[in-house]
C-alpha cells in the first residue's frame, strides 16, 4: 500500500465528536465509513476506530486537503495518521499564493473545473449533519475524497513545473503533523513572564495616554477612528491632511510619519494591540500551555500563523527572541516566555 495514494479522511464533526470518513482509493473510486452507532449493523464504532487506526497508523501515503484538521480530529480518537504524505490545499498555497480561497471547491473549479460542493451547500440553516439524508451524507463525503485525489496528482505535476516539489516536501508537509501535535498537546507558556510583561506594557500605554490628552487638552476615544479624525479636524497641519473623508488605519500609521502627535496616537494604539494579544494568552491558559489553531496559508511562505491565541503577533515577545517556532531534524520547537 505504500506504493498508492489513499485518500485522506474527510471528516465532519458535531462539536468533537467524529461523524464520518470517506476514503478514496483511486480517482472515481471512494468509500464512505459512517462511525455512529445509528449508521453501523451488527458493528460497534470501537471496531470501526479500530480498522481506521490500523489503516492510517500503517505504512499508507495520506493526501488529503486541509489535512491537518483531520488529522487533529482523527488524534482525539486515538487514530494517528503515520505518514501526511499530501495537503492538496498547501500544494494549491504554495502554488498559487496570491489566490484568495484554498477551499477544496474552489481549488477544484480552478485547477479542473470540477464543482464540489461545500457543505453549506446542502446544509440549510438550523440543520446539522444529522438532518441530512444518508444518501446525500454519502454521495458529499466520496465526491470530497475523489475531488482531493485528483488534486493530487493536478498539482505534483504543477509543483515539479515550478522546480518546488522538494521545498513543497522538506520543508512545508513535515510540519503538518507537528502543528496537529502542538494543537492537541498545547504549547507551555511562561505565564509569569507574560503577566510581568503585561503589567509593564499596561503602564506605558496608561502614560502616553496621558500624553496624548495633555498635547491635545481634551479626552477621547484612542480606539475610535472617528474621535481621533474630530481631534485631528481641530489642529492646524492635520486638518487638511486627514481631508473630508473617513479616517482609515493606514492612513494614520501614514500621517505618523511626519506628525509627532499622530505617532503617539499610533504608539499607543500598538501597546494596547500587543496588550490584548497577551490577555488572549492569559485567557487561554490551561495548566501552563495554551492550544492554539495553527495554519500555513494566511501568511507568506515559510511562515505559521496561530490564533486562539495569535501567539506570532506578539512584537515584543518576538524582537526578543522568546517567541521562537523552528523545524530542526523532524523536532518542533516552540517557547513563549524565558
Known sequence: MSARSIQSPQT???G???????LAVSEGQAFYVPVRDTDLRDVSTASVIGCLRDLLGGQVKVVGHNLKYDYVLLRRYGIRIRAPHF??????????????????????KKLMGLDVKRYRDFVDEGQILQDIPFKDLVEHGCADADAALRLYGRLRTILKEKGIENQFANDVMPLVRLLGDKELDGVRVNMRFILRTKDA???????AKVSIFATTGRQ???????????????????????GQQPLRPAQLEQLAQRNELARSIVQYRRLQEQLRLLEGIFRREKSGKVFPLFSQVKVAYGSISAADPRLFELELCSRLGRCSIRLSNNIFQMRVGR
Open 12 to 14: 465532519k464533526i458535531r
Open 220 to 242: 477621547f476615544d484612542l480606539d475610535s477612528m472617528k474621535d481621533i479624525a474630530a481631534v485631528f479636524s481641530r489642529i492646524e497641519g492635520l486638518r487638511e491632511q486627514v
Open 201 to 207: 506594557l499596561a503602564s506605558k500605554a496608561e502614560c
Open 16 to 22: 468533537r465528536r467524529l461523524f464520518l470518513v470517506a
Open 87 to 108: 495537503d492538496t490545499m498547501l500544494a494549491a498555497h504554495e502554488c498559487f499564493g496570491d489566490w484568495d480561497f484554498f477551499n477544496l471547491g474552489a481549488v477544484a
